[in-house]
């Protein structure tokens, strides 16, 4: 990957996490001010030793640390990741947090994660309404799908057309992966030759998907060249986007990966390809490096896709929709590496590396903004983990409270606050970890 592709990676995640963080850190400030909390900081990623920028108005501080791993409020009279013991020793003041009734210190604990469910399904409802929604039919992947190495061991063929997963009737062909690995499927019904078939899953081919990191099956193409790069040797030999790759060294050629798997057989030496461009039939020899002739295909192109336009009043309920099904999804993610024995944690959890991998090589609104819906709905979850040091364990404790009429003592929350540290800095340092060792990894 070249730099610039990496810094407009790393641009993306910045600016996405950044606009989360604040956002959530403004869910627990703004409920604290309301009800005469006093709030003593307020800050954009964290600020040990020192702060890149700060400034003071009224009671808070505002600043942007230098520690690029999240973002805090710092709310007098509470227990929090700032450790701050002198304070708690002090007698209770009426604006500080541990003074204020159960019920409005439960509102601030709940405000950022609210924010982020709130934003999460504010984001879907504005990409539907400005973007609409596209996705492609199974019923028009009508060339049937390309089986790799690891769809054929189970039985699956090119050219097969998926109809179900565990005899469910599916729309979307972009949903067949998640749904094979999320629901930890049994079998695939195909249609063969006019025939309705059904292939079993057998064990460890979720594990195998996982680690491939790729889809089950994509949808076959037509052998047309689209997208050639002018730096590649297909154009500089003359081929163009549009022309139909009708044989390689004398071989017909129907379908686009069978013409790439052939090219790629003959790497370094020169591949005689014959093609179709308009009614002409031309013929070229470029000598192929190990990247192949520097083409592709556009699916949309060749295919029926369904288009869904939104009104704005249409897209309220449809962001919704959405904003549950990637919460439901990612908790079923999470469920898998506790319960499955075809997920392992190692290969599936991921820090910041993984998350930033996910954002596209050049800067698309689009992407991003759908990537910043599904990242402000994990924030909400994790931060509801009864975990303490997340907001998740503070409610938990609010909770108790309010049930027993018993309030924990500072000390045992002191104590919690200081296991949760542990715990968070633990998993954060472990996730990161596995990027830096498949990266270094992938080198050898």
């Not at 050629?253 to 009614?279: N, S």
């Not at 999470?334 to 050049?362: C, D, N």
Request: net charge positive; charged share 20%.
């Amino acid at each position: 990957m070249e730099t610039s592709e990496i810094l407009v990676k790393a641009g993306q995640l910045i600016l996405s996490l950044s606009i989360l963080v604040v956002l959530h850190e403004m869910g627990h400030f703004i409920p604290a001010k309301l009800f005469k909390t006093k709030v003593e900081k307020f800050y954009l990623f964290f600020d040990p030793w020192f702060s890149l920028f700060k400034f003071k108005k009224g009671d808070t501080e505002y600043g942007v640390g230098w520690l690029p791993l999240g973002g805090y409020v710092k709310i007098s009279g509470m227990i929090d990741e700032s450790m701050d013991k002198e304070q708690m020793n002090k007698p209770p003041q009426p604006w500080e947090f541990r003074s204020k009734p159960a019920w409005q210190r439960l509102i601030i604990m709940i405000g950022g994660v609210t924010v982020n469910l709130i934003l999460g399904f504010l984001i879907y409802t504005m990409i539907l309404w400005h973007w609409g929604d596209d996705y492609l039919p199974i019923r028009n992947a009508k060339y049937g799908i390309y089986a790799d190495s690891l769809a054929r061991s189970i039985g699956l063929r090119d050219g097969d057309h998926i109809i179900a997963i565990d005899s469910v009737k599916k729309e979307k062909f972009e949903d067949i992966t998640g749904d094979v690995i999320l629901n930890e499927a049994k079998t695939i019904q195909v249609e063969r030759d006019g025939k309705e078939m059904s292939i079993v899953i057998p064990k460890g081919f979720v594990n195998k998907t996982i680690n491939k990191k790729a889809p089950i099956a994509v949808p076959r193409m037509l052998s047309v060249l689209d997208t050639l790069s002018r730096e590649g040797v297909g154009f500089k030999a003359g081929m163009r986007d549009g022309d139909r790759v009708l044989s390689v060294n004398d071989t017909a050629v129907t379908y686009f990966m069978d013409m790439a798997k052939m090219i790629r057989r003959d790497t370094g030496k020169a591949v005689k390809i014959r093609v179709l461009r308009g009614a002409d039939t031309l013929t070229f020899n470029p000598v192929v490096p190990k990247e192949g002739i520097g083409a592709s295909y556009i699916a949309d192109k060749q295919l029926e896709f369904v288009h869904l336009s939104y009104s704005f009043g249409e897209a309220i309920p449809a962001g919704f929709k959405k904003a549950m099904s990637t919460l439901v999804k990612y908790v079923q993610q999470l469920r898998l590496i506790f319960v499955s024995p075809e997920v392992k944690a190692s290969e599936s959890l991921g820090g910041f590396m993984t998350i930033g991998s996910l954002f596209p090589s050049v800067w698309d609104w689009q992407s991003f903004w759908t990537l910043t819906a599904l990242l402000s709905i994990i924030l909400a979850f994790m931060n509801i983990l009864p975990i303490p040091a997340l907001d998740g364990g503070h409610v938990l404790f609010l909770i108790y409270e309010i049930i027993t009429g018993r309030k924990p003592s500072e000390k045992f929350m002191e104590y919690a606050q200081i296991v949760g540290m542990v715990i968070l800095f633990g998993l954060l340092l472990y996730a990161n970890g596995l990027d830096v060792w498949r990266w270094i990894s992938s080198k050898f």
